[in-house]
């Protein structure tokens, strides 16, 4: 099975324009994210989708990149387009955000995909101020492995703690949060998006709540990794930071 990984990158976010391209340690943010994708094991290939020339020249040099419409409405239906011109057996979504992306972490959702249609990651929910927090999606997952259902809120209710706080719900049941990475077969991809918006996908605005609708099981790999992606020009620091501490380390070797 030939398997690539596709990266979305927009110019126009509305809380940090031109994000791809805003330099971190000294690269573009999407660069960092190639170069992590590179690492993984199971991608034949690590392609850019993106609608805008700027990022389209600023990628060139370095990896290949696929002009997209610039109309459409989710992440989904770029990589959708683009997957459909690469030719792959199936495709991995990885978040242009996320310059610390793990390989491992890549290479366990592609690994799901042998035997299903598509496939997300799942790590450990850790920080109590995660718990009620909806930017932080959280997932339950059934005995053999697929996801039951995903959530802003807090899922799922666990009755007998919730008299306590955060930190004593939190070790009352293994909560899981979501990383927000997708594997898809082809066919799958161009099912979910030929399908309109689901109820549940807008009330929760969730993409993948629109795969579960429609009867399609999501294969969830359970990793270790807390997925810190860059959503603020404020978090640029924080990852300068931990990109800093893995050079030095490296240095010292």
Known sequence: MRI????PARFASTRFPGKPLHLIAGKPLVQHVVERCRLSRALAEVVVATDDPRIADAVRPFARVEM????????????AEAAGRIGADACVNIQ????????AVIDAVAALLQTAD??????PLKDPRDLDNPNV???????????LYFSRSTIPFVRDAMGGGAPERLQAFPYLR???????RRDALQR???????PLEQAEKLEQLRALEHGLRIAVARVDHE????????DVARVEAILGGSMDRREKV
Do not use: F
């Open 96 to 103: 242009g955000d996320e310059p610390l992306m793990d390989p």
């Open 178 to 184: 979501h990383l927000g990475i997708y594997g898809y």
């Open 227 to 234: 997925g810190i992606g860059v959503d603020l020009p404020s």
């Open 4 to 7: 690539v990984g596709i990266i």
């Open 192 to 198: 979910i998006v030929s399908w309109p918006p689901s």
């Open 137 to 147: 999606v959280k997932v339950v997952v059934g005995m053999d492995g697929h996801a």
């Open 118 to 123: 598509m496939s997300t990651a799942a790590t």
């Open 68 to 79: 997209t419409r610039p109309e459409h409405p989710s992440g989904t239906d770029r990589i």
